[in-house]
């Protein structure tokens, strides 16, 4: 008999969701086989069997909140007998037949006896929240993997041949309701993750001083700089010149004259990090996360554009792992990718500051008295605590950045 457990997560999460059972009550499991899906706080974490068995008891079902180190369901050894109405003590001869054609089926991916399809947890996230059963899911994956491009093809083609007629209650699902005066509504559960991210965000808002100053930057001489050097670039390291380096450099530059500005508060006490590792803020479809460049002062150009890069596509893919989010001395925001204008970003604490990048949009700049030219101008935003950091060091800080960002060659002579 073997328990499987909630594992640690991490020093903060004490807790978590339960998701999807990728297994049921008699069903066999593989050991090192996935058995559930949990959400947290920050990413989705797959908990898998430390012994092959049966599956004999689920102790939570999907949608409870359970603990660390809490019970969740029991695997049998093979062969022992459960008191479940539906699991059956099999003869060796079956058992060992059964578990061969397990064994055959699931090196095709294409389980037909009621076991949980292979899939990623992005495919299994937007399945979940379709409504869509997965077995009917065919996929072009050589070994049978269900993607999410898979479960998106599915629902579209399936569209048109739906019945409009109301589905089940679920704990997961939206329930329609209406008004007393008939106007239809709809109530939708907030995830686990937008959840925090609402109890955060409402939490610097009510225990921080925070301000939010402005400026703008002449983006002529970066976008010259990237046209020029763009195609070399990419062809000796693999990866495109975004803006995010410019930035981060630029950042990490200010941030060693201004270290206020990465630091944290604690008590009465200031914590000045002596080290520069950058939160990207990535953008998901259950919220924003905000995974962290570590040691973004020792890493140049291509170090840092391959790492968001690589950050964007596990957030994408749900793929983030909890060290990726952890910790983190400044943050870095890019609201222009969606077409802000202007905005006063939220800190993400207990971070001091964060730095937010707008759209870029051509407008009239007076070049001297006499002459005006139209230029890609950004606005910049930073928002900071105010109870340790001066408005004259907030101002300060993002005019160097400025600086920077339009004499971009400067910045390979910060240290």
Same mark, same amino acid.
């Given at each position: 008999?073997?328990?499987?457990?909630?594992?640690?997560?991490?020093?903060?999460?004490?807790?978590?969701?339960?998701?999807?059972?990728?297994?049921?009550?008699?069903?066999?499991?593989?050991?090192?086989?996935?058995?559930?899906?949990?959400?947290?706080?920050?990413?989705?974490?797959?908990?898998?069997?430390?012994?092959?068995?049966?599956?004999?008891?689920?102790?939570?079902?999907?949608? &409870?909140?359970?603990?660390?180190?809490?019970?969740?369901?029991?695997?049998?050894?093979?062969?022992?007998?459960?008191?479940?109405? &539906?699991?059956?003590?099999?003869?060796?001869?079956?058992?060992?037949?059964?578990?061969?054609?397990?064994?055959?089926?699931?090196?095709?991916?294409?389980?037909?006896?009621?076991?949980?399809?292979?899939?990623?947890?992005?495919?299994?996230?937007?399945?979940?929240?379709?409504?869509?059963?997965?077995?009917?899911?065919?996929?072009?994956?050589?070994?049978?993997?269900?993607?999410?491009?898979?479960?998106?093809?599915?629902?579209?083609?399936?569209?048109?041949?739906?019945?409009?007629?109301?589905?089940?209650?679920?704990?997961?699902?939206?329930?329609?309701?209406?008004?007393?005066?008939?106007?239809?509504?709809?109530?939708?559960?907030?995830?686990?993750?937008?959840?925090?991210?609402?109890?955060?965000?409402?939490?610097?808002?009510?225990?921080?001083?925070?301000?939010?100053?402005?400026?703008?930057?002449?983006?002529?001489?970066?976008?010259?700089?990237?046209?020029?050097?763009?195609?070399?670039?990419?062809?000796?390291?693999?990866?495109?010149?975004?803006?995010?380096?410019?930035?981060?450099?630029?950042?990490?530059?200010?941030?060693?004259?201004?270290?206020?500005?990465?630091?944290?508060?604690?008590?009465?006490?200031?914590?000045?990090?002596?080290?520069?590792?950058?939160?990207?803020?990535?953008?998901?479809?259950?919220?924003?996360?905000?995974?962290?460049?570590? &040691?973004?002062?020792?890493?140049?150009?291509?170090?840092?554009?391959?790492?968001?890069?690589?950050?964007?596509?596990?957030?994408?893919?749900?793929?983030?792992?909890?060290? &990726?989010?952890?910790?983190?001395?400044?943050?870095?925001?890019?609201?222009?990718?969606?077409?802000?204008?202007?905005?006063?970003?939220?800190?993400?604490?207990?971070?001091?500051?964060?730095?937010?990048?707008?759209?870029?949009?051509?407008?009239?700049?007076?070049?001297?008295?006499?002459?005006?030219?139209?230029?890609?101008?950004?606005?910049?935003?930073?928002?900071?605590?105010?109870?340790?950091?001066?408005?004259?060091?907030?101002?300060?800080?993002?005019?160097?950045?400025?600086?920077?960002?339009?004499?971009?060659?400067?910045?390979?002579?910060?240290?």
């Amino acid at each position: 008999m073997a328990e499987i457990k909630v594992p640690e997560l991490a020093e903060s999460i004490t807790e978590g969701t339960v998701a999807q059972w990728l297994k049921k009550t008699g069903e066999y499991v593989e050991k090192g086989e996935y058995i559930v899906e949990l959400e947290t706080d920050k990413v989705n974490v797959e908990i898998i069997a430390e012994e092959s068995g049966i599956v004999q008891e689920l102790k939570a079902q999907e949608g &409870d909140t359970v603990l660390v180190g809490e019970t969740i369901a029991i695997v049998s050894d093979r062969g022992e007998a459960s008191d479940s109405k &539906d699991i059956s003590v099999k003869q060796p001869e079956q058992e060992v037949e059964e578990t061969s054609i397990h064994k055959t089926e699931m090196s095709k991916a294409n389980v037909q006896d009621k076991q949980a399809p292979i899939a990623s947890p992005a495919a299994r996230k937007i399945a979940r929240t379709k409504g869509i059963d997965l077995n009917s899911i065919q996929t072009t994956d050589p070994l049978g993997r269900v993607r999410a491009h898979d479960v998106v093809a599915y629902e579209q083609q399936e569209e048109p041949k739906k019945v409009q007629t109301p589905k089940p209650e679920q704990r997961t699902a939206s329930i329609i309701s209406e008004l007393k005066d008939e106007k239809p509504v709809e109530r939708i559960r907030m995830s686990r993750r937008r959840q925090t991210i609402a109890s955060r965000l409402l939490d610097v808002q009510q225990n921080t001083a925070m301000l939010t100053t402005f400026n703008e930057v002449d983006m002529t001489n970066i976008m010259k700089l990237r046209s020029r050097r763009k195609d070399q670039f990419q062809k000796e390291n693999d990866i495109k010149l975004g803006f995010m380096s410019f930035f981060t450099k630029a950042v990490v530059a200010c941030l060693k004259k201004s270290p206020l500005l990465n630091a944290e508060i604690q008590g009465d006490q200031i914590l000045l990090k002596k080290y520069y590792d950058i939160g990207i803020a990535v953008s998901t479809d259950e919220g924003l996360v905000v995974p962290v460049l570590r &040691d973004a002062d020792r890493k140049n150009f291509a170090e840092i554009e391959s790492d968001i890069s690589e950050f964007a596509v596990k957030a994408r893919n749900n793929k983030l792992a909890l060290s &990726d989010l952890q910790g983190g001395t400044f943050t870095i925001t890019n609201g222009g990718v969606f077409g802000s204008l202007l905005s006063t970003p939220i800190l993400n604490g207990p971070q001091v500051g964060i730095l937010g990048m707008h759209k870029i949009q051509l407008r009239p700049v007076a070049i001297d008295e006499t002459t005006m030219e139209n230029r890609p101008m950004m606005y910049l935003a930073l928002s900071y605590d105010h109870r340790i950091i001066d408005g004259k060091e907030a101002v300060t800080f993002l005019a160097r950045i400025k600086a920077l960002l339009e004499d971009p060659e400067s910045l390979l002579f910060e240290a």
